[in-house]
């Protein structure tokens, strides 16, 4: 079985920081891609950040400049770091990973969703 694991989040003010984390554990063979996605009230999930496992990321337009996203391969661990917030970046944050387990299956595991909300 594999789980991803998020943390941080919270609240923060326009302008203000965060970082999230996002560790996968369980029986791993190899993680390839791990993302990013968020949810915002009333809309649809879009991706944010995305990262191989070689370190080569791609980032949605609207975030591009302000949030880093980063991984530690020895840790099955992605962050995603987010500076300049501003209120319309207030969503449910998930992280995705795409998995190959011991036993040869590859899949896409989800992240349970940690709430980051920007607000004065």
């Known amino acids: 079985q594999v789980q991803l694991v998020e943390s941080g989040g919270g609240l923060a003010q326009p302008g203000g920081s965060l970082g999230l984390s996002c560790a996968a554990s369980?029986?791993?063979?190899?993680?390839?891609?791990m993302s990013w996605y968020r949810q915002g009230p009333d809309q649809q999930r879009e991706l944010v950040a995305q990262i191989t496992d070689g370190g080569v990321t791609n980032y949605a337009v609207s975030v591009k400049g302000r949030f880093t996203i980063s991984r530690d391969n020895n840790k099955n661990t992605v962050y995603l770091q987010m500076n300049d917030l501003k209120p319309e970046d207030t969503a449910v944050y998930y992280c995705?990973?795409?998995?190959?387990?011991?036993?040869?299956?590859?899949?896409?595991?989800w992240g349970q969703g940690t709430q980051v909300t920007v607000s004065s």
């Open positions: 369980g029986s791993i063979l190899r993680t390839d891609f």
């Open positions: 995705r990973a795409d998995i190959l387990s011991l036993r040869r299956d590859f899949s896409t595991y």
